[in-house]
């Protein structure tokens, strides 16, 4: 079996082709619309804006105070947005798991990987912590293990550095390269 090498340009078409991009995008809109402390941040700066607030302001029409409201404001509440968007994204358990779990996901069927999650992790990961159940007609409160009585093989954990180099690889420095069922990162300088 040759090596193939799967670059993160790879893994950002596959996501743009099957839409998935656009799928995300949706999603971290429409999370920003949803984001009352972003709003009441830029309600007050517009409210706090030089613009309105200097004499003659109201003589003005209502083109030129937007224009003088973009000129001035733009850039801030630009930048609270990308700052939120970065939130979102960065986020361990929302929409940043999201992604993270996706890009994984399309790296591994790229590169012949995808195998799924072994049933024993699967049933952990379902159960909520401190599950209630009933044991000879009676409640009980039962422990759900804090991790998996499964170790992993030296297969899965390099799969799983090869998965998390991609994600933290530039375009133009490294790509990982699949021999054999293993990943390894490769510097392209």
Same mark, same amino acid.
């Given at each position: ?29 429409? &999370? @920003?619309?949803? /984001?009352?402390? @972003?709003k009441?941040n ?16 109201? /003589?003005?029409?209502?083109?030129e ?21 970065w939130? @979102? ?6 929409l ?24 024993? %992790? ?8 401190? /599950? ?6 009676? @409640? ?8 998996s ?10 799969? %799983? ?5 991609l ?5 133009? &420095? ?9 990943a390894?990162?490769? /510097?392209r300088?």
């Amino acid at each position: 079996m040759g090596s193939t090498v799967i670059t993160p340009d790879d893994v950002l078409e596959s996501l743009m082709n099957d839409g998935t991009i656009d799928a995300i995008r949706l999603k971290i809109i429409n &999370q @920003l619309k949803a /984001n009352e402390d @972003l709003k009441k941040n830029t309600i007050t700066m517009v409210e706090q804006s030089k613009v309105l607030n200097t004499p003659g302001a109201e /003589n003005k029409t209502k083109r030129e105070l937007f224009d003088s409201l973009r000129r001035e404001l733009e850039a801030p509440v630009l930048e609270k947005a990308s700052k939120a968007v970065w939130e @979102l994204i960065l986020d361990g358990n929302g929409l940043g798991k999201e992604v993270s779990e996706t890009v994984e996901r399309v790296y591994r069927k790229l590169s012949g990987l995808d195998l799924p999650i072994p049933q024993n %992790q699967t049933a952990i990961v379902a159960q909520p912590e401190g /599950n209630k159940g009933l044991e000879n007609g009676k @409640l009980t409160e039962t422990e759900t293990p804090k991790t998996s009585a499964k170790k992993r093989t030296f297969g899965e954990m390099s799969n %799983q550095e090869g998965a998390e180099a991609l994600a933290n690889c530039s375009t133009d &420095q490294s790509a990982v390269v699949v021999e054999n069922g293993t990943a390894s990162g490769t /510097n392209r300088s």
